[in-house]
Nanobody, 123 residues
Framework: QVHLAESGGGLVQPGGSLRLSCAAS??????IGWPRQAPGKRREAVSC????????YYVDSVKGRFTISRDRAKNMVYLQMNSLQPEDPAVYYC??????????????????WGQGTQVTVSS
């Protein structure tokens, strides 16, 4: 049984940093993604890390600012977010479609989601 739980969201000033954490039990064999959804916008795949080879995906708008990582011993996946911008606020989710590689264009097939954590960027 897959269970995902995010933490680490909050309020940060523009240019600041946050680290999101995802406790991912039962998901050892799966790629884990970080989609986000802002009010009035489509849900967007922000980043993903695959199972075995550690391949990663980033949406263009966060490349060079966000870093995804995985600690298998702790069943944790992290999203380090630096240089946060006004376009980054959203609810960030930890999610998986129960396959071993990233499929960021198939969020509609992601069957396991955490409860989400709010990220707010404001001065």
């Amino acid at each position: 049984q897959v269970h995902l739980a995010e933490s680490g969201g909050g309020l940060v000033q523009p240019g600041g940093s946050l680290r999101l954490s995802c406790a991912a039990s039962g998901a050892d064999w799966y790629a884990i993604g970080w989609p986000r959804q802002a009010p009035g916008k489509r849900r967007e795949a922000v980043s993903c890390i695959s199972n075995r080879d550690g391949n990663t995906y980033y949406v263009d708008s966060v490349k060079g600012r966000f870093t995804i990582s995985r600690d298998r011993a702790k069943n944790m996946v992290y999203l380090q977010m630096n240089s946060l911008q006004p376009e980054d606020p959203a609810v960030y989710y930890c999610a998986t479609d129960a396959v071993g590689y990233c499929r960021p264009d198939r969020l509609y097939e992601y069957g396991f989601w955490g409860q989400g954590t709010q990220v707010t960027v404001s001065s």
